[in-house]
């Protein structure tokens, strides 16, 4: 889990610091690092220490998976470079024509955008500092797969800006860390994109996200099916630290999938709550008011602002 409001105060510019083991141990992008190289060197930067600016990419990156640089920290480029070449951050190699047509299609208007990772030392660190392995590999995800996340990092780290500047908390738990178990613990019942919380003044509202790419109903109601078997088998109360079981944001980039969420819930008694809302209507900035899909009506659901 990561906090990203309140955010942190990075008081002075960037500072252009090559990493000493960046200098004495460069390994090249295009080698392969076994998983006791990557070992020793993630000990050798615990113990040498990186700036705050460094821990928070770490972070982020570990939480996310993957991001656009725009929400990153400001890094100097020649120390973005020196981590990237000790292999604890990983600039993505994809195509960038097909990158940007990705991003085009979204509506993001993001020019040239530059994706990072976690390279396999980062992977070693980040599973030392919050004890959950993060997503690796994106380098071998095709560009669809990769743009999954992107979106869906997208409408957290939005949703955390405008929640965030209204005076509350905000805490989020990417897919690895939110994966839900049965209560035995020992089979994995719901993958969830991601789960945001809000919190202020002791009261805590949390929401469960599902971003759906594909131009087709069909995955809608098979997602419905295990959010309703979640709510009954898992053990979201003491995974996630709730009382309630979170409302599922569900964020898709065709309207089709909404209406195939619709269908699937339709004359059913169902007990999670389900509020629906274009990736296009994200990217405009209209955050509060959202479809609940049960009832058939919209609904303003996020936290106003925080009064004194």
Known sequence: MITLYPKPNFTHRPIINTPAFARRNKIKASEQMTPQQAKIEASRIASGGMSPRTWRTLDLLATGGVLSSHWLPPLANR??????????????????????????????????PTLYTLGPVGVELATIRHYVAPAGGYQSYTPMRVMHDIATNEIILRL?????????????????????????GKYTILEPDGL???????????????????????????????YEKAFTEGNWREQWEVETFPPVLVVFLKAIVGAGYQAAIHGKKVNCTYYGKTLKAILEGKLDDWKNINKDKRENILPKEATA
């Open 79 to 112: 120390t973005m470079r020196s981590w990237c070449d000790l292999r604890l951050f990983e600039r993505l190699s994809l195509d960038s024509v097909e990158i940007q047509a990705h991003f085009s299609e979204m509506g993001l208007d993001e020019k040239k």
């Open 160 to 184: 955390a800006d405008e929640i965030g500047t209204r005076g509350w908390g905000v805490d989020w738990l990417g897919k690895y860390e939110g994966v839900l178990t049965d209560k035995s």
């Open 196 to 226: 945001i919380r809000f919190r202020k003044d002791g009261y805590e509202r949390a929401f469960l996200l599902e971003y759906h790419n594909e131009d087709k109903q069909s995955r809608a109601a098979l997602k419905v099916e295990k």
